[in-house]
C-alpha cells in the first residue's frame, strides 16, 4: 500500500507472493475518501476484496479476486 499526502491509494496484492497484478489495479477513490477505510469501502462497490492470506491482510482487485484458488483464504496453523 502507498500512502500519499492526499488521501491514500490501495493497490492490488495479487494475485499472490510471487506474481505482481497483472494489471497493477488501484482502488479508484472518491474524492471525498481520505483514509483507507474509506477507499476500501469505495474498492468494495467495485468488486475488490480483502482477505486474510498467509497470516496477513491483502486487497484484491475483481481480477485477482476470481484468479486466486477457492479456499486460499483460509486460516492455515
Ligand atoms: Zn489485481
Redesign the pocket.
Given at each position: 500500500m502507498t500512502v500519499h499526502s492526499l488521501g491514500v491509494k490501495v493497490s492490488?496484492?495479487?494475485?499472490d507472493d510471487e506474481t505482481d497484478?497483472?494489471?497493477?489495479?488501484a482502488i479508484r477513490a472518491s474524492f471525498t475518501s481520505l483514509t483507507a477505510t474509506q477507499v476500501r469501502a469505495d474498492g468494495r462497490r467495485d468488486g475488490w476484496v480483502r482477505r486474510r492470506h498467509e497470516g496477513r491482510l491483502v486487497d484484491?482487485?475483481?481480477?485477482?479476486?476470481s484468479?486466486s484458488p477457492p479456499g486460499d483464504d483460509r486460516e492455515r496453523l
Open positions: 492490488c496484492d495479487g494475485p497484478c497483472p494489471q497493477s489495479a484484491l482487485c475483481p481480477d485477482c479476486k484468479a
